[in-house]
């Protein structure tokens, strides 16, 4: 099956600072999605973005889909982006998500 | 927001008893999805379902059972709860499954099994 690997791990920043996500995945997708788990546990749906770029506010995303990675964009970040990133795929007409192990994110004010 | 509630939201069970988590949705989306989350595991598929009495099993599926009757509901069973069925499980819903639509998941459960 899809293998699905973000990257970094772990990420520990000052309030304000920005940083790139990573999610690289091993075939073509034609649905990938990025979540964000806040330290509540809620999952909660960042964008959609089987290809191309999209921006909300100060998060921004960008898919590009032939060679096979995904980049999460956060500026000028703040406490409540803390969690984890979880990066998901579908590919080849499948109905299950693939999830990468996720990007622990801890902003420290 | 999606429309998906869980229940019991939280829930301590003694290790034998069985255990069933409910997973509702408002949405009439097609698939539906039961998670599990453990440290060091990230999300792991149980079970899902593609329509009304279609279910199929995911990759932690022993000890597991589920049924969807009804669009709007795919109900998780324990038969006789482990303490290694403690976790924190997510049922998600998807309108389509094929490449495109979104997932969105409910608010999820924990579960203790003493």
Known sequence: GIQVEQSPPDLILQEGANSTLRCNFSDSVNNLQWFHQNPWGQLINLFYIPSGTKQNGRLSATTVATERYSLLYISSSQTTDSGVYFCAVRSGGSYIPTFGRGTSLIVHP | ?114
């Open chain 2, 1 to 114: 927001d999606a429309g998906i509630t869980q229940s019991p939201r939280h829930k301590v069970t003694e290790t034998g008893t069985p255990v069933t988590l409910r997973c509702h949705q408002t949405e009439n989306h097609r698939y539906m999805y039961w998670y599990r989350q453990d440290p060091g595991h990230g999300l792991r598929l149980i079970h899902y379902s593609y329509g009304v009495k279609d279910t199929d099993k995911g990759e932690v599926s022993d000890g597991y059972s589920v049924s969807r009757s009804k669009t709007e509901d795919f109900l998780l069973t324990l038969e006789s709860a482990t303490s290694s069925q403690t976790s924190v499980y997510f049922c998600a819903i998807s309108e389509s499954g094929f490449n495109t639509g979104e997932l969105f998941f409910g608010e999820g459960s924990r579960l203790t099994v003493l």
